[in-house]
T-cell receptor, first 116, second 116 residues
Framework: DAMVIQNPRYQVTQFGKPVTLSCSQT?????MYWYQQKSSQAPKLLFH???????NEADTPDNFQSRRPNTSFCFLDIRSPGLGDAAMYLC???????????????FGPGTRLTVL | AQKVTQAQTEISVVEKEDVTLDCVYE???????LFWYKQPPSGELVFLIR??????QNEISGRYSWNFQKSTSSFNFTITASQVVDSAVYFC?????????????FGRGTQLTVWP
């Protein structure tokens, strides 16, 4: 089945120790998103890739970076995790074309990040 | 500015009861899209429906139905004959052409608990 896969499902890191979360998709969608979701809150968009074009949300901290080496994979790098970065990180994909309606996003199961 | 309000933080019902989840939105754009997503305890956001601003027809899908009313800027979601498996957090979301492509404005979510 076509899907969005996130690894690992649970990640524990230490304060200040860089961590990378990964996302892959078999949907061949051209747009990939990273969201941060803290407990009992709505998902918050960090950034997205439209094809190879990177789009950062204005309020996303510099501590968060992303890479998309090819259509199928996208990575979220947290350079120096702080306690406030503990959250669920959700990857999503969609197929978007200029001039057509916005399509639904398909989400992965998320990676729950714990910062000690 | 875009905004989605889900006034109900938590709802508890007993199995087989009908339940309606409220969603009120704000946007200045005349073209926009509304979504409902379900987030079960596993964490994955599951797409339920997309509705564009030009289509005010209500929709029914099995036990699920949606009531879109532009006059009141509402997009409410009703589950008929609720089941325990419906227990989840439900998010209403908005996307419009004024926002970054694909950017979803989420409400804070409604935690639905269905008791056996």
């Amino acid at each position: 089945d076509a899907m969005v896969i996130q690894n690992p499902r649970y990640q524990v890191t230490q304060f200040g120790k860089p961590v990378t979360l990964s996302c892959s998709q078999t949907l061949n969608h051209n747009v990939m998103y990273w969201y941060q979701q803290k407990s009992s809150q709505a998902p918050k968009l960090l950034f997205h890739y439209y094809d190879k074009d990177f789009n950062n949300e204005a309020d996303t901290p510099d501590n968060f970076q992303s890479r998309r080496p090819n259509t199928s994979f996208c990575f979220l790098d947290i350079r120096s995790p702080g306690l406030g970065d503990a959250a669920m990180y959700l990857c999503a994909t969609s197929r978007e074309e200029a001039g057509t309606p916005l399509n639904e996003q398909f989400f992965g199961p998320g990676t729950r990040l714990t910062v000690l | 500015a875009q905004k989605v309000t889900q006034a109900q933080t938590e709802i508890s019902v007993v199995e087989k009861e009908d339940v309606t989840l409220d969603c009120v939105y704000e946007t200045r754009d005349t073209t926009y899209y509304l979504f409902w997503y379900k987030q079960p305890p596993s964490g994955e956001l599951v797409f339920l429906i997309r509705r564009n601003s030009f289509d005010e027809q209500n929709e029914i899908s099995g036990r699920y139905s949606w009531n879109f009313q532009k006059s009141t800027s509402s997009f409410n979601f009703t589950i008929t004959a609720s089941q325990v498996v419906d227990s989840a957090v439900y998010f209403c979301a908005l996307a419009d052409r004024g926002s970054t492509l694909g950017r979803l404005y989420f409400g804070r979510g409604t935690q639905l608990t269905v008791w056996p």
